[in-house]
């Protein structure tokens, strides 16, 4: 199975700061990574997939980036609805897919 | 638009059974595979089940095969997720996702989220 982990678990930023997000495969998966948005009390919203393609609507200020079993979700300059928790997940061995353990990304 | 609509969760028994429901709309639904992820409270996304289109392929996450069965009826747009054998740590918000594939084998990605439903085991 492949096993995914994240870092940090949390991060504090302000508005306006850039933050980089850290997703590790335990094997090669590249490009199978996806990246989702959650906010508390709300189901997950996919921003990216295949490491790197932004999903219809989302802001360009979000990007992925990444190859083999290293990928990082950037957000450029943070706005004050970006607060929320990150998750990567593994697509390489669809059907069965992995989630990261995500970030909680909170306002300093 | 794309709309996903959960249904069934409740307070069941440890050991006991219970069935969720996802109506979907918006969408040919034959034409995706459709995904199950729960989140427990407190705790982050952990994907338990898939089916294909046509409801010829299931596939399973280990903490739930051979308790859970997840079918689809095409006629009626709707997914479902039987779950038997109930434990406490099936607690969680259940949520059904729709899925886009880039290749048969590789690629997936849930595009489209309904709001969950809630389950709670009692021991």
């Known amino acids: 199975d492949i096993q995914m982990t994240q870092s940090p678990s949390s991060l504090s930023a302000s508005v306006g700061d850039r933050v980089t997000i850290a997703c590790r495969a335990s094997q090669s998966i590249s490009p199978y990574l996806n990246w989702y948005q959650q906010k508390p009390g709300k189901a997950p919203k996919l921003l990216i997939y295949t490491a790197s393609t932004l999903q219809g609507g989302v802001p360009s200020r979000f990007s992925g980036n990444g190859s083999g079993t290293d990928f990082t979700l950037t957000i450029s300059s943070l706005q004050p609805e970006d607060f929320a928790t990150y998750y990567c997940q593994q697509s390489y061995s669809t059907p069965l897919y992995t989630f990261g353990p995500g970030t909680k990304l909170e306002i300093k | 638009e794309v709309q996903l609509l959960e249904s069934g969760g409740g307070l069941v028994q440890s050991g006991g059974s219970l069935r969720l429901s996802c109506a979907a709309s918006?969408?040919?639904?034959?034409?995706?595979?459709m995904s199950w992820v729960r989140q427990a409270p407190g705790k982050g996304l952990e994907w338990i089940s898939t089916?294909?289109?046509?409801?010829?392929?299931?596939y399973y996450a280990d903490s739930v095969k051979g308790r859970f069965s997840i079918s689809r009826d095409n006629s009626k747009d709707t997914l479902s997720l039987q779950m038997n054998s109930l434990r406490a740590e099936d607690t969680a918000i259940y949520y059904c996702?729709?899925?886009?594939?880039?290749?048969?084998?590789?690629?997936?990605?849930?595009?489209?989220w309904g709001q969950g439903t809630l389950v709670i085991v009692s021991a």
């Open positions: 918006g969408f040919t639904f034959t034409s995706y595979a």
């Open positions: 089916i294909s289109g046509s409801g010829g392929g299931t």
């Open positions: 996702a729709k899925v886009r594939v880039l290749t048969a084998v590789r690629g997936g990605y849930f595009d489209y």
